[in-house]
């Protein structure tokens, strides 16, 4: 494969600078494979939408390189803008225009052919479930729709990568879901997707690498499982029925591992064997004739990968949630860390 | 120019004028205010008609080149703050992701000015005629006052284009108009300038371009065919275009930094 033809990211001691001194990105090194989902985790002000800028030739870099498909940001600005498409932050949309001439300006704009325009239009309209209200202007649109074509007008020009800034920003689950389902599909068609986001759920649900970004600086990086399996081991909570039973279940759950952090009324212990030795605990519980208020299963998660790293919790670590029926809905109950209750 | 270039200033074009004749709270002013101030004034500054040396009897026809000046105003405001609202939303740079070339992007946008320029000033001739405002030169002259109308729209609209790369605030683009409208009427807007006798007013009017705007508009409502007054028209317009357009893309440097 020529370098030209190669679909990925190759970032170096990317540094950009604004006015005032303030340096929003400070020499991040990073890649991305082709056909990969990269997640770019972050809080607020961290700096990934000054990379996604950056990487999209939107803004030019104070010091180091970046190639995105092979072609160097600075050098081929207008070259890089063909074969990439982004759907960057906020729907930025016009909202006296429809949803099909919105597809025509952009399609136009690429430079596709007349006839190409509308059948490329409706193709990508139909494809983000926006045919019926294609002709309906985009100041009526929701929150879900606008986003959905926003995606598509970043696939006008059958982009071979793609940058998605926050993309499921004040979504509801069910539209964030079926974005999560389309990003993914053309994940599967080999489009490379650099996704940012400071959702972890996102980066958790999509991204097949996590880049974990904090004032300007790769703090982590890695698959999510690397990440999680990088800073310890899942840990049990349980909370006895009667209070006084405490140091009765602290005793049991001390066999299976050390001490950890807990509720003012719970006991926990992190599971040295993993999460294999859950059943055995439950069994322990019942045999000492111990009754349980609430038992959970604490896996890492990426916030805890983020604590480990930078010292604090992310920002808007609760944000969506899963997608579907249960999750994203309870802002507290997501804020939370990663707790599965297995018996109450 | 390019065949690439031409579809997308001709698409950006498109996009500018739907999107200003979808908001009926920008079409309204454009027609409404300048028609409301010429009844007004035309009754109210009637009696000016009688000073000696006031070059005509109709004050109507005498005021009406005004409106020209009033919608170029607003043109001013609207193209400006539809570029500053661009900008805000993040269309500007949806816009610049796409292989469109720097000259497109204000060049489409100020194709489409060009174009409601050019309907507007066709309103304000049939608002003319509605209230009796003789166009002395004729069908042609209204050719012309359309070609200088739609000019001048499109070099008032520049400044607009400037205030909102350099702003980025659809807000502030607004908080300029008061500051634009003074000059209309620190001009020959009420009187011809003959007439000003107050010196520092007159020394204003004489300075104030846009006095030589509305005189060559005036001209060929009362005059028919005044060479000098249409050339400084013209070259006031075209003037204030060509510093316009230096001043854009100076801004444009500043706002759009793609590489």
């Known amino acids: ?344 | 120019m390019s065949p690439a270039l031409i579809t997308q200033v001709g698409a950006l074009a498109q996009r500018s004028v739907l999107k200003t004749l979808r908001q009926p709270f920008q079409m309204f002013p454009i027609v409404f205010f300048p028609a409301i101030l010429l009844i007004i004034n035309a009754s109210g500054l009637h009696a000016a008609t009688l000073l000696p040396g006031f070059p005509t009897h109709s004050y109507v026809s005498f005021a009406i080149a005004v409106a020209f000046i009033q919608g170029a105003m607003f043109s001013l405001i609207n193209t400006g703050t539809n570029l500053a609202e661009d900008i805000e939303t993040g269309f500007f740079n949806r816009l610049a992701l796409t292989p469109l070339r720097r000259v497109a992007l204000i060049g489409g946008l100020l194709v489409g000015v060009a174009a409601l320029g050019a309907l507007q000033s066709v309103v304000y001739i049939l608002l003319g005629i509605v209230v009796g405002a003789h166009l002395d030169a004729g069908f042609a002259g209204a050719l012309v006052v359309i070609v200088l109308g739609s000019l001048t729209a499109l070099a008032f609209s520049t400044f607009g284009c400037v205030a909102a790369l350099r702003t980025g605030s659809s807000e502030a683009v607004q908080g300029l108009f008061p500051l634009f409208f003074v000059f209309i009427f620190l001009s020959s807007s009420n009187l011809p300038r003959s007439l000003l006798k107050t010196p520092w007013f007159h020394t204003v009017a004489t300075w104030n371009p846009i006095s030589y705007l509305i005189e060559g508009f005036r001209s060929l409502y009362i005059f028919g065919w005044d060479e000098t007054a249409l050339l400084r028209g013209f070259g006031v317009a075209i003037g204030l275009l060509l510093l316009g357009l230096l001043a854009v893309q100076g801004a444009m440097k500043t706002r759009l930094q793609r590489t």
């Open chain 1, 1 to 344: 494969m020529s370098e030209n033809l190669n679909n990925g990211i190759e970032v170096e001691g990317l540094v950009r600078d604004f006015k005032g001194g303030v340096r929003a990105v400070d020499g991040i090194d990073l890649r991305v494979a082709p056909g990969e989902i990269y997640g770019f985790l972050g809080p607020n002000g961290a700096g990934k939408s000054t990379t996604s800028l950056v990487l999209t030739t939107l803004l030019p870099p104070t010091a180091g390189s970046a190639r995105v498909a092979g072609l160097d940001v600075v050098r081929n600005g207008p070259e890089v803008r063909r074969v990439i498409g982004a759907s960057l932050q906020d729907s930025a949309l016009d909202p006296f225009l429809t949803g099909s001439e919105h597809m025509r300006l952009q399609s136009s704009l690429h430079g596709l052919a007349r006839p190409q325009r509308e059948a490329r239009g409706r193709e990508l309209l139909a494809q983000v479930g926006l045919t019926e209200a294609a002709d309906r202007k985009v100041g009526g649109y929701s929150g879900g729709m606008k986003r959905r074509l926003d995606l598509a007008l970043a696939l006008v020009h059958r982009p071979r990568l793609l940058f998605l800034d926050e993309p499921t920003t004040g979504l509801d689950p069910q539209s964030r879901a079926a974005l999560w389902d389309e990003v993914r599909r053309l994940a599967g068609d080999g489009v490379t997707v650099f996704l940012t986001t400071q959702y972890l759920e996102e980066a958790d649900a999509l991204a097949d690498r996590v880049g974990i970004i904090d004032h300007g600086r790769i703090v982590a990086e890695g698959t999510p499982a690397e990440l999680k399996a990088a800073i310890g081991r899942p840990s049990v909570e349980a909370v006895p029925h009667d209070p006084g039973e405490r140091e009765r279940l602290a005793a049991v759950l001390a066999r299976f591992g050390e001490a950890a952090a807990a509720a003012s009324n719970g006991v926990a212990v992190q599971l040295p064997r993993g999460a294999g030795d859950l059943a055995e605990i439950v069994r322990a519980i019942d045999a000492e004739n111990l009754q349980v208020a609430d038992l959970r299963l604490h896996s890492p998660t990426l916030d805890d990968v983020f604590l480990a790293k930078t010292g604090r919790s992310l920002e808007g670590a609760g944000g969506p949630g899963p997608p579907g029926p249960a999750g994203g809905e309870d802002d507290d109950k997501d804020k939370r860390p990663t707790g599965q209750p297995i018996s109450a």
